[in-house]
T-cell receptor, first 110, second 116 residues
Framework: QSVLTQPPSVSAAPGQKVTISCSGS????????VSWYQQLPGTAPKVLIY???KRPSGIPDRFSGSKSGTSATLGITGLQTGDEADYYC???????????FGTGTRVTVL | QVHLVQSGAEVKQPGASVKVSCKVT????????IHWVRQAPGEGLEWMGG????????YYAQKFQGRLILTEDTSTDTTYMELRSLRSEDTAVYYC?????????WGQGTMITVSS
């Protein structure tokens, strides 16, 4: 059972914007950096955002991250069919001394 | 460029153990923090454990305490994940991943099937 909660699914038309929330606690999101991962079917996850809002080289600026208190948000603008995937937030939980992932969100492009 | 190459898929009987390897190329294992994450069919990502070279400490998820052993062989730049007393619920893809600000580099995954 994950300690980080995400909506099961979000959807929008091509070109539109979606946001995915990740809700945690003062022990995890409230105290540590958040990362976001994209997982296409049958592949390993890929990091999209690290340190709350930084993009690795090669990740387009259509992807953005933010954090406020014990919640984090991933935004995807200019939605493309290739963005259909599962998205996970992740961070460290200082009380558990363990890594934690969100429950995952399926993005569907209508 | 760092790459992580994992061992192949395995089928195990309930109660057995499995040991998955993750070989590092492009850097020395001693400089890296490698973690293990698994994903059961149709389920989300689950962090299992990992090594912090700065602290010289291995962390384990509470759920796997006593059943999971993470080891390293620095002479071959290979890290290992051994899971004991396997049950059907351990059927999953197991990934090793480099932890550096995030899990930024991942192995290709190893499918472990637990079935009698």
């Amino acid at each position: 059972q994950s300690v980080l909660t995400q909506p099961p699914s979000v959807s929008a038309a091509p070109g539109q914007k979606v946001t995915i929330s990740c809700s945690g606690s003062s022990y995890n999101i409230g105290k540590n950096y958040v990362s976001w991962y994209q997982q296409l079917p049958g592949t390993a996850p890929k990091v999209l955002i690290y340190d709350n809002n930084k993009r690795p080289s090669g990740i387009p600026d259509r992807f953005s991250g933010s954090k406020s208190g014990t919640s984090a948000t991933l935004g995807i603008t200019g939605l493309q069919t290739g963005d259909e995937a599962d998205y996970y937030c992740g961070t460290w939980d200082s009380r558990l001394s363990a890594g934690v992932f969100g429950t995952g969100t399926r993005v569907t492009v209508l | 460029q760092v790459h992580l190459v994992q061992s192949g898929a395995e089928v195990k009987q309930p109660g057995a153990s499995v040991k998955v390897s993750c070989k590092v190329t492009g850097d020395a294992l001693t400089d890296l923090s490698i973690h293990w994450v698994r994903q059961a069919p149709g389920e989300g990502l689950e962090w299992m454990g990992g090594f912090d070279p700065e602290e010289g400490k291995t962390y384990y998820a509470q759920k796997f305490q006593g059943r999971l052993i993470l080891t390293e062989d620095t002479s071959t730049d290979t890290t290992y994940m051994e899971l004991r007393s396997l049950r059907s619920e351990d059927t999953a893809v197991y990934y090793c991943s480099r932890s550096e600000d995030s899990f930024d580099i991942w192995g290709q995954g190893t499918m472990i099937t637990v079935s009698s």
